[in-house]
C-alpha cells in the first residue's frame, strides 16, 4: 500500500523514509502542502499519508481539511506529524480531519504501530467497497432481467398491427383530457393470474392459478415467505409482493426445478428469492407499462418462520392469489401502503429507507451523493452525515420509509432465517 510523505525539512524527511523503507513500504515523496493534495485525490492516489503540520503551499491541517471536503471513494488515512505537542494543537489537526498525530521526534517502532493501524483501516474501506461494487452489480443484474421477463410479457409484433390510418386517427381524435387518477390497483382482473404463470416460465416452472383468499390472513407456522417491493414514485406509495409457501411444498419445487434436494433451509430461501425475484420483475414491468414510474431498490428477500417468530399479517384490504406451482400449493399478496416522502435530519437517516431526492438536492456543481431512489447503507449514511457536518445549516433528506411488511423481512430476527 503506497504512502505518501509530505514533508519539507530533509532531515525529518529522511528519517520517515528509512523508517518506512525498512518495513519494506511503497514510499511516494512530496515537499509542500499543495503537491500532497494533489497526490491524495489522484484515483490512483496514496492512501495512507504522513503530512508535516507546516509546509509551504498548504499546511497539513489544510490539506485535510480539503481532502474531506472532496468526500473521495476511499478516504486515505492521514496523520499529522508536528513538533507540536500541547492538547489544543493536537485537537485542532485531528478536528480538521487528520486521524492520528504524532508528535517530534519519531519513534520509529510508534511510527509504524501507527502505519499498521492506518492499513487496517484503509484494507476495512476497501472491504467494504468491495462489497458494495458487488451489491451493485447484482442490483444491475436485477434490473436486466426485468427487462427481459419484460421483453416476453409484451405482445408480440403482428398482435400490434391495425388497419386505422394513424393520421386520420389524429385528425378524429376528441381533445385530450387531465390525467384521471390512478385505480385503487393497477392489475386489471386476471391479469396477475396470467402475469405470473408466465414469469415463472423462465425459471421452467408451471403454475395455474387457483381460488383466491379474502380477507386478512397470518402466514403458516414454519412456512417460508418471500418478499419484494416497489416504490411507486408518482404516487407515492409501496407495492408489496409477498409469497407464501409451506416448508414440505418448497422442498418439493426445490427438487423439481433443481432435479437435487436442498441441503438446508438456506438453499430453499435463495432459491424462493429467485422465484419471488422473478415474479416481481414481470409484474413490475406490467405496471411500467401502463405509464407508471417503480422502482425497486431493494432485493428481494425470504425467509422461513418458526414457532417463536410472530406470525406475518397480510391485510384484509391486500389481493390475494393461489397458484398451483408444479402441483403445490402457492400464495401470493400484492399490498399497497402510501408512502408520502418524509424529511429526516441527515444524522437520524436508518437502514434500507430510500431516497426520495438526489441528495444534496440544491448546490449547484456540487455531485449527488446519492441520486433519488438509491437505498440507505452504512456507506451512503456516512456520507450524508459528513457532507452534513462540513455545511453551515442543516437541511434535512427526503426519504420514504419501508412499509410494514419491507420493515419485517429487513430486521434482525432471531426466530427467522432469512436470505
Not at 194 to 219: C, I, K
Request: include cysteine; aromatic fraction near 6%.
Amino acid at each position: 500500500m503506497k504512502i505518501l510523505i509530505a514533508e519539507d525539512d530533509r532531515v525529518s524527511r529522511e528519517i520517515l523514509v528509512r523508517a518506512l523503507e525498512t518495513a519494506h513500504h511503497n514510499i511516494q515523496i512530496v515537499t509542500d502542502g499543495s503537491a500532497a493534495l494533489a497526490a491524495l485525490v489522484e484515483s490512483e492516489g496514496p492512501l495512507i499519508a504522513l503530512l508535516d503540520w507546516v509546509m509551504p503551499g498548504l499546511d497539513g491541517p489544510e490539506v485535510c481539511r480539503r481532502v474531506r471536503a472532496l468526500s473521495p471513494q476511499i478516504q486515505p488515512y492521514i496523520i499529522i506529524v508536528s513538533a507540536k505537542s500541547r492538547k489544543g494543537e493536537i485537537a485542532t489537526g485531528l478536528d480538521a480531519g487528520a486521524d492520528d498525530f504524532l508528535t517530534k521526534p519519531i519513534d520509529n517502532e510508534e511510527l509504524l504501530a501507527r502505519v499498521r493501524v492506518a492499513e487496517r483501516t484503509v484494507g476495512y474501506q476497501l472491504a467494504l467497497q468491495r462489497q458494495l461494487e458487488q451489491f451493485d452489480s447484482l442490483g444491475r443484474r436485477y434490473s436486466l432481467l426485468g427487462e427481459i421477463v419484460g421483453q416476453q410479457l409484451q405482445p408480440p409484433p403482428e398482435a400490434l398491427e391495425t388497419d386505422i390510418d394513424p393520421i386520420l386517427e389524429a385528425e378524429n381524435a376528441p381533445p385530450p383530457l387531465a390525467p384521471a387518477p390512478p385505480p385503487p390497483t393497477w392489475f386489471s382482473p386476471g391479469e396477475i393470474e396470467t402475469l405470473v404463470p408466465r414469469a415463472l416460465t423462465e425459471l421452467g416452472l408451471s403454475a395455474n392459478p387457483a381460488v383466491a383468499d379474502r380477507g386478512e390472513r397470518a402466514t403458516g407456522v414454519a412456512s417460508f415467505t418471500t418478499w419484494a417491493g416497489f416504490v411507486d414514485l408518482d404516487h407515492d406509495r409501496w407495492i408489496d409482493l409477498v409469497i407464501e409457501i409451506d416448508s414440505q411444498a418448497a422442498a418439493i419445487v426445490y427438487e423439481r426445478a433443481l432435479r437435487r434436494k436442498p441441503r438446508s433451509p438456506q438453499e430453499i430461501c435463495g432459491f424462493l428469492a429467485e422465484i419471488q425475484t422473478v415474479v416481481g420483475a414481470g409484474l413490475k414491468a406490467a405496471l411500467q407499462s401502463k405509464g407508471g414510474t417503480l422502482i425497486a431498490p431493494l432485493l428481494s428477500r425470504a425467509q422461513q418462520r418458526d414457532l417463536w417468530e410472530p406470525a406475518l399479517r397480510i391485510p384484509a384490504e391486500s389481493e390475494s392469489f393461489r397458484f398451483a406451482l408444479d402441483g403445490v400449493p402457492l400464495a401470493l399478496a400484492v399490498v399497497c401502503y402510501p408512502c408520502a416522502p418524509r424529511p429526516r435530519s441527515p444524522w437520524d437517516l436508518r437502514h434500507h429507507e430510500i431516497l426520495a431526492c438526489p441528495y444534496p438536492s440544491s448546490q449547484v456543481g456540487v455531485p449527488h451523493i446519492g441520486e433519488r431512489g438509491a437505498a440507505l447503507t452504512d456507506h451512503l449514511i456516512k456520507q450524508i452525515a459528513d457532507h452534513a457536518d462540513r455545511m453551515p445549516k442543516e437541511k434535512p433528506v427526503s426519504v420514504y420509509e419501508l412499509s410494514p411488511i419491507a420493515q419485517r423481512f429487513h430486521r434482525p430476527s432471531s426466530g427467522t432465517r432469512a436470505i
